[in-house]
């Protein structure tokens, strides 16, 4: 009741407010009805302010009366406030509001736009639909009413785009009568509302019904027909090229019909604006519906080959690309072709469309990206001596787009460099490739490259003499590039190219974005060059270098602190000492200042601590000094992570010169400080630090009191819930115990704590468990003052297994290891028999725990594994104490018995690995245990196994008779060991593999479901392709249904091999993509999205998200809801997905290949679970969402039309919402939100 009262209350008041408002808003001072307005909107913005229905319609009268006010402003506040208050409104007042606005426009107000539909609240859809079902038949009317050359006929056209873009696919209704006033529109005269009558059209299109849609495109395509004037066909080819952007697929489906009309016009054409449209509209068909453009390819291809070239104004000299390549200075004047100017030449603009229409054509054909390179490539690069900078940025774009398909191919070229001495290498170019690195395809595209690099060279050589700015950026972005594709390329040309640069980034006129590009460009060469090509040419490098790092703008100064710190090795290698003074010089410069950009302040004490560890001896003045300066940056918060990594490069360099003993004094209670911080970068950087300065033998001033404070700061480091902190924090304790025992002796007690503790966690393996084992290894065998002696350690370790209940199964192994590990460190070999004497004790004291009996079976493996000898000339004999336990009860104790009996074998070969062979032959039913004993030998041998060249001469001989083996189990165990043996490093068994690779994927066909499983990987594909594709259909013959009690459940028994398709199918995405015909693969990548496993979708929404950024050519959707009654697992299963979605709205969100529009972000109504910033809560994670709900029908979706290229992605109930969330490619912005269905509590 108190707060019915309270909210009453608050309607009173705003009630009388209101009045007040009114009242000034009908004062005869302006001033009182401006700010009057002003109160108003201001209160409403605020949501400080309630309307009960009779205020508003007082304020909605009022407003409207004010679009007529006398003062201009006044009227233009009112139109603002107006968008304020449709958002806050009912129904009935906002459809008052279009009535009067609608009638005032057609009386000549345009006051309109902007108001009601800029600011309608979307998430309210009966509202919008509703209001816009009254709103668009009345628009209708006014462009029935109005003059053609009214104004207000072009704001009305504006305001029904507006509509249909917004709010299309609510208003179905009207589509029919909207779409029949558009039309005729496209009949008048005037440009300007022919243009948006097209844009409103193609918005509709996108979201209209089918029949609707094919209506409409069959009045474009019997106009374009009958067309006669160059302004009638323009109007018709632009208003097809529209329909594609926006619904491309299903206008794929006209296009045998429209690409012939519009070759036929531009052949036919002499008009230069009108062959424009059609080269625009040509490139659009191409990325839009790339499939159906293939048989049109070579027509275009003559089409844009003489239209690149259509210049018929100015004459080319013949000899331009003779003239000299050297590079003359900035002030030289430029060609007379940049002096050209005429402003009746419109040619332009058709070799201006005919560049971008090639670039579709390279973009939309990957499968035929050879041709390419080797028929438009040349044509390309004759034209980048283009006379206007237009024309010739997008030639450029062009180039660089065939240089960026082909990183696509060969994704990373530098790891295909020759470097293995044992083949022969394959020459392309000047470049030295693996010839078992590059498939066929990819050299062929690499050499068809190659073969342009001189002639391309040269051209763009030429181009950084112009003084155009833009031209000369997008010259060293597509020498970049060049150099990203056929490294090691630009070696020949560095005479040439290096005094470009230097105009580039000296040249005070120079822009700084020109400069990042030019420094770009020269670490790129850097990179993929061998040091030796820079021996003459490095004093201009570094001239070059130390003028960048100079610059006033700090993203050029950090740019070039990024090439000084590349530069190091070159140095090293070309005997370049004599420059280190000049270039160390302006870093030392950078370093100093205080009041610099963070970004510079990182590079510079990173440069520097680069170099003081590389070249102390070429500067030795200037090393004390880096180091104070070093150490005043570790007093520094947002630098001391990079002065500590820094001093880590120094401290392992052991450079003589570098005297450290005049900052260790400061350094050490610094480390102990550190180690306090919660930063965990800060932590691990310091604790390199602190191994690196242990490691180092003449650093007097280490051995200190505060050395001491350190090793008492380590203890608390050492837990699970980092191990990588507690490996390091070992490491560190391990070299003190070696360097500086006293220091440590002080405490060993908490240091051996945390180590017991750790022991006992389920996660400590791997590295964090050898630096314990080491930790303690060196404990025992070093002198350390007040340590535990051999059982007193040992019942430390072990206590744990005496005293704590319910131990993991890790913290056996690591209680064990530590075991071993101590009796073998000790060296006394009496102790470590009576060790193993009480260990067997243990084990077959029949009133011994479980828990003691299995730490024993890991003890005495592990003292055969560490401390062998202990076994030897020993009445104890561990392989039978251990066979009992194989009878246990105890699946624990019997995986227990069979690992230890591996680990005597691994440490005495010749005495228990018969025995384990033996047991194998005449113990059938022990089979499995032992096979893991013999599993645990197998695997300490991997790290020290004979090289498997051994094996290699038998390999092919052995393959074809085990994978063609009547028994499914030799196949499957073939299948098997092949997989280990590929990997992503070239080695010599390579070629072996590629012989018989044809008899392995033969696998993929087996009879039997466990092969097939294993047997998906990568070659073949034109073969082998549909079998992986089949794999991933739902196979009803392997689901069967098990009965679990009272219910059923349904088991699927080929989930595994779909997953494995699936995974095949995500790596041939990123290192196949030449060999995919991409949507055949999308097809198959839907089936995964249709999945109902977890694991398939989010395996195929990571596809989608490869796909976006490789082809964005595809059409996904989801609708799935959790189950009513889902338990908390289905729940955050669903939650995941929902991640994975909205991860791939933004991944298609920022597609730059068709030019996607920018996606606007919605606000969703629902405080509990969306936002008023365009966020909405999954879980507990707030994503970012733009662009909600596409205007896109179910029938404009439909597969059969062509080719899936309209992106298309529904989200429903996210997190209990109702959400729509889609993308359209290349039309205009169509997205909205729609409202949610119900609310979380």
């Known amino acids: 009741m108190a707060c019915v009262s309270a909210n009453m209350a608050t309607t009173a008041t705003s009630a009388y407010h209101v009045a007040q408002l009114i009242d000034k808003m009908m004062s005869v001072d302006k001033d009182y009805r401006f700010m009057a307005v002003n109160d108003l909107m201001r209160e409403l913005q605020s949501n400080s302010m309630r309307l009960d229905d009779d205020s508003e319609k007082k304020v909605v009268r009022m407003l409207i009366r004010l679009l007529d006010d006398s003062n201009g402003e006044v009227q233009n506040l009112a139109v603002k406030c107006l968008g304020t208050v449709t958002q806050r409104v009912k129904e009935a007042q906002a459809e008052t509001l279009v009535d009067a606005l609608c009638s005032m426009m057609v009386a000549g107000s345009d006051s309109l736009r902007d108001t009601v539909v800029g600011h309608l609240p979307v998430a309210n859809t009966m509202f919008v639909t509703n209001l816009m079902k009254r709103l668009v038949p009345k628009l209708n009317t006014a462009l029935e009413q109005t003059k053609p050359n009214d104004s207000v006929r072009l704001e009305v056209v504006d305001i029904i785009g507006d509509v249909l873009c917004r709010f299309g696919s609510l208003i179905t209704s009207v589509h029919k009568e909207t779409q029949k006033v558009l039309l005729d529109q496209l009949l008048m005269e005037r440009p300007a509302l022919k243009k948006k009558a097209t844009i409103a059209l193609g918005a509709m299109m996108a979201v209209c019904s089918h029949e609707l849609f094919k209506d409409t495109m069959d009045v474009f395509v019997e106009r374009l027909a009958d067309a006669k004037g160059t302004h009638s066909v323009r109007t018709y080819v632009i208003a097809l090229t529209c329909v594609a952007k926006s619904s491309g697929a299903r206008f794929s489906e006209y296009i045998p019909k429209v690409v012939p009309k519009v070759i036929e016009q531009v052949q036919s054409a002499d008009d230069d604006e009108l062959k424009e449209a059609l080269l625009q509209s040509l490139e659009t068909f191409l990325y839009r519906c790339p499939r159906e453009m293939t048989a049109y390819q070579d027509q275009v291809l003559k089409i844009v080959t003489t239209d690149l070239t259509y210049d018929p104004n100015y004459s080319y000299s013949d000899d331009e690309d003779d003239q000299s390549m050297e590079i003359g200075d900035g002030d030289t004047d430029e060609d007379d072709a940049e002096d050209y100017s005429d402003d009746d030449d419109m040619s332009w603009k058709v070799r201006r469309a005919s560049a971008k229409t090639i670039e579709a054509m390279i973009v939309s054909r990957r499968d035929q990206l050879s041709n390419s390179v080797r028929t438009l490539g040349p044509l390309l690069i004759s034209r980048l001596r283009e006379r206007e900078e237009n024309v010739r940025i997008d030639i450029y774009n062009a180039y660089i787009a065939i240089l960026s398909q082909a990183r696509l191919v060969v994704p990373n070229a530098l790891a295909a460099l020759h470097k293995d001495e044992s083949e022969e290498p394959i020459k392309i170019g000047n470049t030295l490739f693996s010839p078992s690195a590059l498939s066929g395809e990819q050299q062929q595209l690499l050499e068809a490259i190659a073969a342009q690099s001189e002639p391309l060279l040269k051209a763009v050589m030429r181009q950084l003499r112009l003084k155009s700015p833009r031209t000369r950026s997008l010259s060293f972005e597509l020498l970049a590039n060049f150099v990203r594709t056929l490294p090691g390329s630009l070696a020949s040309y560095l005479p040439s190219l290096l005094p470009g640069l230097s105009n580039a980034v000296l040249d005070r006129s120079s822009g700084a974005p020109m400069k990042i590009d030019a420094l770009s460009l020269l670490a790129r060469v850097i990179k993929s060059h061998e040091h030796s090509v820079f021996t003459p040419h490095l004093e201009s490098v570094v001239h070059l270098t130390v003028g960048a790092i100079q610059d006033s703008f700090y993203k050029v100064s950090a740019e070039g602190l990024s090439v000084a710190s590349l530069l190091v090795p070159v140095i090293r290698d070309c005997s370049g000492g004599r420059l280190v003074p000049t270039l160390y010089g302006a870093i030392f410069e950078k370093l100093k200042i205080n009041d610099i950009d963070q970004e510079v302040k990182e590079r510079a004490i990173y440069a520097a601590g680069l170099y003081i560890a590389s070249f102390a001896d070429d500067i030795p003045d200037m090393v004390p000094t880096t180091l104070e300066l070093m150490v005043e940056r570790l007093r520094n918060e947002m630098t001391r992570l990079y002065a500590v990594r820094a001093l880590v490069m120094i401290v392992e360099s052991r450079a003589p010169l570098v005297d450290l003993t005049p900052i260790a004094a400061f350094l050490l209670p610094t480390f102990t400080d550190f180690l306090r911080k919660n930063s965990r970068a800060l932590r691990i950087g310091t604790l390199h630090l602190i191994e690196a300065l242990l490691l180092r033998k003449d650093v007097p001033a280490m051995d200190s009191e505060d050395l001491s404070q350190i090793f008492a700061e380590l203890p608390p480091l050492i837990r699970e819930s980092d191990l990588q902190i507690s490996q390091l924090s070992l490491r560190c304790i391990t070299v003190g115990l070696e360097a500086y025992p006293a220091r440590v002796a002080p405490h060993l007690t908490p240091i051996l704590a945390a180590v017991i503790h750790l022991s006992q966690s389920a996660l400590l393996q791997g590295a964090t468990l050898q630096a314990s084992l080491d930790m303690i290894e060196t404990l025992v065998s070093n002198p350390v003052p007040g340590k535990p002696e051999f059982e007193e350690l040992l019942d430390q370790l072990t206590a ?442």
């Open 800 to 1241: 744990p297994v005496y005293d704590v209940p319910n131990l993991s199964k890790q913290a056996f192994q690591s209680i064990s290891a530590a075991t071993g590990v101590v009796a073998a460190a000790s060296g006394d070999l009496e102790k470590a028999r009576s060790l193993a004497d009480k260990l067997a004790d243990q084990l077959q004291n029949e009133t011994s725990t479980d828990a003691i009996r299995l730490f024993s079976l890991h003890a005495l493996g592990e003292l055969g594994r560490r401390c062998s000898r202990v076994y030897e000339d020993s009445a104890l004999e561990p392989e039978k104490l251990i066979i009992p336990a194989f009878n246990s009860p105890s699946e624990d104790l019997k995986a227990a018995a069979a690992q230890a009996l591996g680990a005597l074998a691994v440490g005495n070969h010749a005495r228990f690995l018969p025995f384990i062979l033996n047991e194998i032959q005449t113990q059938p039913k022990r089979q499995y245990l032992l096979l893991h004993a013999l599993k645990e030998v197998i695997g300490h041998e991997s790290t020290n196994m004979v090289p498997i060249e051994v094996f290699r001469s038998r390999i092919s001989e052995i393959w074809p008779s085990l994978v063609t083996s009547p028994s499914a189990r030799v196949r499957s165990a073939a299948v098997t060991a092949v997989k280990f043996m590929i990997s992503d490093e070239k080695r010599p068994v390579d070629a072996v593999l590629q012989q018989c690779i044809g008899e392995f994927l033969q696998t993929m066909t087996d009879s039997d479901l466990n092969v097939r499983r294993v047997a998906l990987i990568r070659n073949l594909l034109d073969v082998l392709l549909p079998s992986v594709y089949s794999e991933t259909q739902v196979r009803k013959e392997l689901i069967r249904e098990v009965e679990m009690g009272p219910f059923k459940h349904q088991v699927d028994d080929g989930l595994d091999l779909r997953k494995s398709a699936f995974e095949c199918m995500y790596t041939l995405l990123e290192s196949c993509l030449e060999k995919l015909e991409i949507f055949e693969f999308i097809n198959y990548v839907e089936n995964g999205l249709r999945d109902m496993h977890h694991d398939i979708r989010l395996l195929s929404y990571l596809m989608l998200m490869k796909l976006a950024m490789l082809c964005p050519n595809q059409l996904t959707q989801l609708q799935t809801k959790p189950k009513s009654n889902a338990v908390k697992q289905e729940i955050d299963k669903q939650d995941e997905l929902k991640r994975a979605v909205i991860r791939v709205v933004l991944a298609l969100q920022v597609l730059s290949v068709i030019s996607l529009p920018r996606i606007r972000t919605a606000f969703l109504g629902s405080k509990s679970s969306c936002y008023s910033n365009g966020t909405c809560r999954v879980g507990e994670q707030h994503w970012r969402i733009g662009a909600l709900q596409p205007l896109i029908t179910k029938e404009s979706t439909d597969r059969t039309h062509g080719s899936p290229s309209v992106y298309q992605l529904y989200i429903l109930s996210l997190n209990g919402m109702s959400i729509q969330c889609g993308l359209i490619g290349l039309g205009a912005p169509i997205y909205q939100c729609c409202s949610p269905t119900r609310h979380i509590p």
